[in-house]
């Protein structure tokens, strides 16, 4: 059984910065991607950002410019620095990682970690 676990959520002022980080557990013979996603109240979850194998990352248009998602391919790790945040970056954050387990690919979710940018 694999599992996300995540920190580094909390109270941030609008223009401060955060930095997520996400550990992958368990029974892992291989991660094909990992990646952030986050959901407001009321709105849908949406992809924040992605870094397969290949290293090549993707963003959300949004966050562009201000947050870099970097992996450990090692310690199955991966890290979202946030900065430069904006109201509209409140939202719960999710990790996520499509792992290969030795007998299946699955798509693992954390529990998620709340982001609140206010002043």
């Known amino acids: 059984q694999v599992q996300l676990m995540e920190s580094g959520g909390g109270l941030v002022q609008p223009g401060g910065s955060l930095r997520l980080s996400c550990a992958a557990s368990?029974?892992?013979?291989?991660?094909?991607?990992m990646g952030w996603y986050r959901q407001a109240p009321g709105k849908e979850r949406e992809l924040v950002a992605r870094?397969?194998?290949?290293?090549?990352?993707n963003y959300a248009d949004s966050v562009k410019g201000r947050f870099t998602i970097s992996r450990d391919y090692a310690l199955n790790t991966v890290d979202l620095q946030m900065n430069s945040l904006k109201p509209e970056d409140t939202a719960v954050y999710y990790c996520?990682?499509?792992?290969?387990?030795?007998?299946?690919?699955?798509?693992?979710w954390g529990q998620g970690t709340q982001v609140t940018v206010s002043s």
């Open positions: 996520n990682a499509y792992i290969y387990d030795g007998t299946r690919w699955i798509d693992n």
């Open positions: 870094i397969p194998s290949s290293g090549t990352t």
């Open positions: 368990g029974r892992i013979i291989r991660i094909a991607v």
